[in-house]
Structures are given as C-alpha cells and as structure tokens.
C-alpha cells in the first residue's frame, strides 16, 4: 500500500498513528465496555464546550458526516410551522438553506458576500419584523473560505429576540474557544473527523436540554430523529441503529491526545502557527490570500490563482500530490481558488515542508515569479 499523504484540506484530516491503531479491535455495540466510551464521549465534548449535563447540556453522538448532525439538528427543533432564518456567506451556509427547503422548512435568507461576515443591525431588523421566525443558523467557520463568524454577537441578539440558535461549527470545534452558555448557543453542530483529530463516521450535537426536550415528536425524519437518538443514549446508552464501533474508539483516543496537547488553548497555538507559517511562506512565494488577515481563521486558507496562463490546478495538485501532499480546490463561485487546511495532525514543520513543494510546482510549471497574483 503507498504511503499515506498528508491532508492539507478541511476533513477528513490527516490523523496520528496512535488515532488510527485504536480502531484496530471489534468491540460489541450493545457490551458494557462500549456503552462506557459513549458515556465517556459524551461527557467530555459537554467539557470541551464549558458546559455539563448539571448546567442543562446534553451531548448527542449521530451516525453519519457533519451534515447529517446538521440535517438532524434542524429537522428536529424547528416547530412544524416554524421558520428558519439562515445566515449565509458560503457553501455550507448555501447547504443548510438546501437541507431546509428539501426538509419542507419555510426558510429566511440573510445573505452576505463571501468576504464578508452577517450584519447584525439587519440581522437584528429581521428578527423585530418577522415574528414568524422561531429559529436562527449560522456556519461559525465558513470553510469555504476560512471565514469567521461572530457566533457570540450573533447570538446575543438571537437570545434577546427569544428564538432558537443554532451553530454549525464543524470545522471550528476544538480550535476555537466557544463557550455554549455565554454564546447563547441551544444547538451546535460538529463532526468526529474535524478539529478533535478522530476518523470520519458520525456527528455529535451539543443541545440545551430545554430546546431538545421541547423538540419531541418534531423530527421530519426517522434516522435523524435527534430527540430520540437522545432518549435512547439516556436510557440504554446507546446508538439507535448500529453504531460506528471503530470510529468511536479512534474517537475516545483522539479526545484523549487533545487533551495531553494542552486542550483547546494549546491545539488552538497549534493551528494558528501553522497558519502564520503557510501565510507568510504564500505570501514570499508570490501568492495572494483572498481573506485579509483580520478575517482569516486558523483553520482553513485560501489563495487566488497565479495570475499566469501557465498554471493549471490540476497540474500544481498532482505536483504536489507526488510530494506526499494533499491540498483542496477551491469552493468560490466567481473566484479562481485553492484552499489549503491547517488543521488535523500537522505540524509547522509539516507546512514548511508543504511550501517547498510549492515552490517545487512553481519552477516545474514554468510560472512568472515577477507576475502580480491574484485578481
Ligand atoms: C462548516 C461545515 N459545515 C458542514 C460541513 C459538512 O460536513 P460533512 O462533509 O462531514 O458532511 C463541513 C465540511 O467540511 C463544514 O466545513
């Protein structure tokens, strides 16, 4: 089998040895042992958001990717008649508003560019003038360009206005400090393949127990019945239908190298060096960020296109490829793009490695150093 590659992309990410050998067992979904790693599980992702099951959270493991965390998380707690407000500047925000519409939820869009994150004063508007609106959504890292949201001022408004709030933070948690209470925050969403460094295979939602016990009998679907899959960890402990065994493991071992890193503040250091270390070395080899600095996240970057008819991402992707590295296309649709990760199992050492072979792609395809970049 060909070495493995490392994954500078948003998830699934690149992950330690000592992640992947955990899954190496076969454990009984319904044994003791396992029902214990749930618990465990569940525990610790309350802790991580600064929250507990004594302060009314309750931490909700879901098979599936992020998405179906997402779909179960509002296709459970919008009333029946209830109305969506969806907060919008990229892809996974677009995605949500698709979830909604094929979930027959009547849907409000506030809409921002890409560059840009949501305005409060008109967020603020919205939810005086439409009080048919019962439930507000936003991406707090919008991977589609790295992008942070202002999930606490967002929600400090939602709070006030008395309607439900929820976050996608799939690509945030873990590497940004959320404080769930503080943020106002009854839903979040995000995914075991992300942030925490576990291997893809289902999604967790951490809830206020309020919001959740006043979604009962609300799902608009069976396998993302959020409410119950929770009555069913309550009871028994368990998944409701077969659990992903291996991931889970891979899970319990990732919560645990988290926590020997120093927690969210030391994987947070982590990041934003690697992120430091992949803008300047971009930024020598003549690229251009699409963010500027103030709104760039540790998490995800994303570069324009060389201003020079020679370059051709699939090219630069496969040169890169053969140096052992994996990076992302871009997700904009009126830009020429590529993003790069910065989050997973690298190091700053692996992003200098990374940009050698940048640098490598540039002479081997023959682009113009002295061009400007970038659009
Ligand atoms: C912010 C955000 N939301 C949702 C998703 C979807 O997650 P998945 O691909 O695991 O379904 C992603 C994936 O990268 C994401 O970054």
Redesign the pocket.
């Known amino acids: 089998m060909s070495e493995d590659k490392l994954l500078f992309t948003?998830?699934?990410l690149s992950t330690s040895p000592t992640v992947k050998q955990a899954m190496l067992r076969d454990v009984g979904s319904w044994d003791s042992e396992f029902i214990e790693i749930v618990e465990r599980i569940r525990h610790k992702l309350l802790e991580l958001a600064g929250v507990s099951q004594a302060a009314g959270y309750e931490a909700i493991p879901m098979q599936?990717?992020?998405?179906?965390?997402?779909e179960a998380a509002i296709g459970c707690s919008v009333p029946p008649e209830g109305k969506l407000l969806c907060l919008v500047n990229?892809a996974?925000g677009e995605?949500?508003l698709n979830m909604a519409r094929c979930l027959q939820i009547e849907t409000s869009v506030l809409q921002c560019a890409e560059h840009d994150t949501p305005d409060l004063e008109e967020l603020t508007r919205r939810l005086n003038e439409d009080p048919a609106i019962t439930n507000v959504i936003v991406?707090?890292?919008?991977?589609?360009t790295g992008i942070v949201n202002p999930i606490a001022d967002i929600g400090r408004i939602v709070s006030a206005a008395g309607r439900t709030y929820l976050v996608?933070?799939?690509?945030?948690f873990a590497a940004l400090e959320i404080d769930l209470q503080a943020d106002g925050i009854d839903y979040l969403?995000s995914?075991a393949?992300?942030c925490i460094q576990g291997v893809?295979g289902f999604?967790f939602i951490l809830a206020r127990r309020a919001a959740l016990e006043a979604s009962a009998g609300q799902a608009r679907s069976l396998c993302l019945d959020l409410f119950d899959q929770w009555q069913s960890m309550e009871t028994h402990g368990r998944f409701r239908y077969s659990p992903p065994t291996h991931s889970v493991l891979a899970f319990e071992q990732a919560l645990a190298e988290l926590e020997e890193e120093g927690g969210i503040p030391a994987r947070a250091a982590r990041y934003t060096e690697n992120q430091r270390v992949l803008s300047e070395g971009m930024r020598q080899l003549g690229f251009r960020a699409y963010l500027p600095p103030e709104r760039q996240s540790c998490i995800i970057s994303t570069f324009y296109y060389p201003d020079d008819p020679q370059f051709e991402f699939q090219t630069f992707y496969d040169i890169l490829k053969q140096r052992g590295s994996i990076i992302y296309p871009g997700k904009l649709g009126e830009v020429d793009c590529f993003r790069i990760g910065t989050i997973g199992h690298l190091f700053p050492d692996d992003m200098r490695r990374l940009l050698s072979a940048i640098e490598a792609a540039v002479v081997e395809m023959g682009l113009n150093r002295s061009l400007p970049v970038g659009s």
């Open positions: 948003p998830g699934p599936g990717s992020g998405s179906f965390g997402v990229g996974y995605r949500i991406v707090h890292c919008e991977t589609t996608d933070a799939m690509s945030s969403i995914s393949n992300k893809p999604s």
